[in-house]
């Protein structure tokens, strides 16, 4: 499970880091419509209610971890009962 984690966590990094590289090389084809979609994002930011949709993450997240906590503690105590009963067998 921790190498899958691992590969995924990898997997995402390069992909921002592509996305990342796309970005500015756009931005350095064209500064101005780079600035203008700049200043579009901040004025529809300010218009937007940030604050509480952050807090309704907040809200989703802290309900999610705990039942997500339990299952990669059942996970790990599964894996763990496993390999004793590979060593019980050798």
């Not at 600035?35 to 949709?53: E, N, S």
């Not at 999610?64 to 339990?70: E, I, N, Q, R, T």
Request: glycine residues 6%.
């Amino acid at each position: 499970m921790e190498e899958g984690i691992h590969v995924l966590l990898c997997d995402a990094k390069q992909g921002v880091r592509h996305r990342y590289q796309r970005c500015q090389n756009q931005i350095r084809k064209s500064p101005t419509t780079a600035v203008i979609g700049a200043v579009a994002v901040g004025c529809l930011m300010h218009r937007l209610p940030v604050r509480a949709i952050l807090v309704t993450q907040v809200r989703v997240l802290s309900a999610l971890v705990p039942p997500a906590l339990f299952l990669l503690g059942a996970v790990k105590l599964y894996e763990f009962l496993q390999r004793q009963e590979m060593d019980k067998q050798k």
